[in-house]
């Protein structure tokens, strides 16, 4: 595989990454309907591009260093990254989409209906919204460290599984890559998350096209629990993404590339040094259904997740409580399956 140092993130700036390289703007703009959006002003910007085969190429060390110094500046200044060059096929990305899609289209209603929530230890999860807040049909199951799966369409089990497996690679090296850039010996992350047993959700969403939605709003802003989400999509438009600086961008997502976003437990882990971020999914604009698939990759349930002492000193105190994976996920009276952030909860007031 060949690369060059260009192609590692964008922008290239790595010294000091700005948010003004625009492709163009305001292009969804201005917003009318009552329902739709609050915030009028989005804008499509690069977003950083990280080589996931370069963070590891150990007879090029030079290379190596520019990737993780690009993968540094990616995860501390935006808080997400496309990923490429992860060595998952297509085939394997496209089956899992196709799989879900599935599932969405051709199980009745009254089959779906046995998920919808009611157990609080429920491992599967369906659920489908179309009111001015929310439009999406969803599937949340339990991928790791037990998979759970409705039997039916068979192919469906089959091609998740396999992408959950192929993604469980790809996430554990990204722990050792982040833990170095984060100054840490390689299984630092690993190990305060104890990721061999993480608990993973698979959380997929089917959008409607706009002339079936009521109002613009597919999912509302949220930020999500873990240590990241990897997301994949089956066509591009609709996720936004609230960026540090306080602007919305359009988030593009280059076929074979996944989109890894940072989650609330990796900013509790470092005292708030790398962030989550608030994101929401827009219909309004998209006359195609979409699906997606955002894999939340948390640290095992029972693990206490604190700031590590490593982040925090006088010029940074400590920002966070600590509490265990679990206690956050069913803080608000939440099942764990629903996965929901509580980062709010979480974050000490500064004086
Ligand atoms: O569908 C998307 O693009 C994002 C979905 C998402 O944010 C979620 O399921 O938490
Ligand atoms: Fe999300």
Not at 317 to 323: C, F, K, N, T, V
């Amino acid at each position: 595989m060949s690369q060059t140092l260009q192609s590692l993130v964008i922008p290239s700036d790595l010294a000091a990454p700005t948010f003004s390289r625009r492709l163009s703007s305001i292009t969804d703009t201005p917003i009318g309907s009552s329902h739709e959006a609050p915030i009028a002003v989005v804008d499509d910007e690069e977003i950083p591009t990280i080589d996931y085969f370069s963070l590891f190429s150990p007879d090029e060390p030079a290379h190596r260093s520019a990737a993780l110094d690009c993968l540094s500046a990616a995860c501390e200044h935006y808080g997400f990254f496309n990923l490429v060059n992860h060595g998952i096929p297509d085939e394997v990305i496209d089956g899992a989409l196709r799989g879900i899609a599935d599932f969405f289209e051709q199980t009745p209603v009254e089959e779906k209906s046995k998920y919808r929530k009611g157990d609080p230890r429920a491992r599967i999860l369906w659920d489908a919204r179309c009111h001015a807040g929310e439009n999406r049909e969803h599937l949340k199951l339990l991928a790791r460290p037990t998979f759970h799966c409705p039997p039916n369409p068979p192919s469906f089990r089959e091609a998740l599984g396999e992408y959950v497996t192929r993604f469980h690679e790809v996430k554990l090296g990204l722990a050792r890559a982040m833990s170095l850039v984060l100054g840490q010996e390689e299984s630092y992350i690993e190990d305060a998350f104890d990721l061999e047993s993480g608990f993973d959700v698979a959380a997929m969403n089917h959008y409607p096209p706009n002339f079936k939605s009521k109002g613009t709003m597919g999912l509302a802003e949220h930020t999500d629990p873990g240590f990241i989400i990897s997301l994949i999509q089956d066509m591009d438009g609709g996720l936004q993404i609230l960026t540090h600086q306080g602007q919305w961008i359009n988030v593009h997502i280059p076929p074979n590339a996944i989109l890894i976003q940072l989650g609330d437990q990796l900013e509790v882990l470092t005292n708030g040094k790398y962030k989550s971020h608030i994101h929401r999914v827009l219909v309004g604009k998209y006359k195609a259904r979409r699906i997606s698939i955002g894999t939340l990759h948390g640290p095992s349930i029972d693990k206490l997740v604190a700031p590590a002492l490593e982040f925090v000193d006088d010029t940074h105190p400590l920002a966070y409580h600590g509490m265990t994976y679990s206690d956050a996920l069913e803080a608000n009276n939440r099942y764990e399956i629903e996965v929901q952030s509580c980062i709010e909860q979480l974050r000490i007031p500064s004086l």
